[in-house]
């Protein structure tokens, strides 16, 4: 991993549906075949996807790469 920068200010921050309003929030990772690898396809291992998801209706709120860095040129 190294010396990457973790956001690691405040861990789990009141986020909310903003679809139904739930603060019920669980998270999912998406990786396998359906995982984001770069366009240049220089690195052919590609990152997970997190999901964050309302656990009430399902809404996914924010989606985000597992490592970002790899998509850095
Ligand atoms: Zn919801």
């Not at 010396?3 to 999912?28: D, F, I, M, W, Y």
């Not at 240049?40 to 990152?47: K, L, M, N, V, Y």
């Amino acid at each position: 991993m190294g010396n990457v920068e973790e956001k690691t200010g405040k861990t789990e921050e009141a986020q909310q549906c903003p679809k139904c309003g739930s603060r019920e929030l669980g998270k999912g990772r998406q990786s396998g075949y359906a995982a984001v690898v770069p366009q240049d396809g220089f690195f052919r291992i590609g990152a997970s996807i997190i999901h964050v998801i309302c656990t009430e209706c399902g809404y996914i709120v924010e989606s985000y790469v597992d490592k970002p860095q790899k998509f850095k040129e």
